[in-house]
Antibody
Framework: EVQLLESGGGLVQPGGSLRLSCAAS????????MSWVRQAPGKGLEWVST????????HYADSVKGRFTISRDNSKNTLYLQMNSLRAEDTAVYHC??????????WGQGTLVTVSS | DIQMTQSPSTLSASVGDRVTITCRAS??????LAWYQQKPGKAPKLLIY???TLHSGVPSRFSGSGSGTEFTLTISSLQPDDFATYYC?????????FGQGTKVEIK
């Protein structure tokens, strides 16, 4: 059974940093691309970033480019999202998702990031 | 960027109804479209990928069709468990983009 468990969310001041983690199990982690998708309170889904299975190819939404960095450690079956220069509009639940050729076929429950002073 | 527009935004229906949700892309995405179901406080669940392929374990009352710029998600006979919000997503190109969602409510 595929399991994805996010952690690392919390309350952070504007301009601050957080690192999210997504621990994966139940599949061959290195064989799959992985994505982060966020959902602001009461809003729809927003794609944030995707990384290839090897980690060599990454993509970002314009809204986070230059501030967020996606990475992975295939030896630890863990996906990361380093978030710097956080803004109020980054407040959201952040989900990690296993990539199925572009669609997300398994999702974690998410971790809440709140950016507020 | 490719914009995805869903209609309607809200849909009121009864158990047993046939329900159709439309998703339009601002440019051709071939068949690179997924549909998700999301319930409050829960993670999205993949229903359909490549516009019309049913994901494993998804009931056969769900179906998808379309290609290019116009797509539909159909629920042939709405069940109590189907009241939720549905999103389309294109993965033809980056940035991947979602529709704004369609909330299916009880009539």
């Amino acid at each position: 059974e595929v399991q994805l468990l996010e952690s690392g969310g919390g309350l952070v001041q504007p301009g601050g940093s957080l690192r999210l983690s997504c621990a994966a199990s139940g599949f061959t982690f290195s064989s799959y691309g992985m994505s982060w998708v966020r959902q602001a309170p009461g809003k729809g889904l927003e794609w944030v970033s995707t990384i290839s299975g090897s980690g060599g190819d990454t993509h970002y939404a314009d809204s986070v480019k230059g501030r967020f960095t996606i990475s992975r450690d295939n030896s630890k079956n863990t996906l990361y999202l380093q978030m710097n220069s956080l803004r109020a509009e980054d407040t959201a639940v952040y989900h990690c998702a296993k990539d199925r050729g572009g669609s997300g076929d398994d999702w974690g429950q998410g971790t809440l990031v709140t950016v507020s002073s | 960027d490719i914009q995805m527009t869903q209609s309607p935004s809200t849909l009121s229906a009864s158990v047993g109804d046939r329900v159709t949700i439309t998703c339009r892309a601002s440019q051709s995405i071939s068949s690179w479209l997924a549909w998700y179901q999301q319930k409050p406080g829960k993670a999205p669940k993949l229903l359909i990928y490549e516009a019309s392929t049913l994901h494993s374990g998804v009931p056969s009352r769900f179906s998808g069709s379309g290609s290019g710029t116009e797509f539909t998600l159909t629920i042939s006979s709405l069940q109590p468990d189907d009241f939720a919000t549905y999103y389309c997503q294109q993965y033809n190109s980056y940035p991947r983009t979602f529709g704004q969602g369609t909330k299916v409510e009880i009539k």
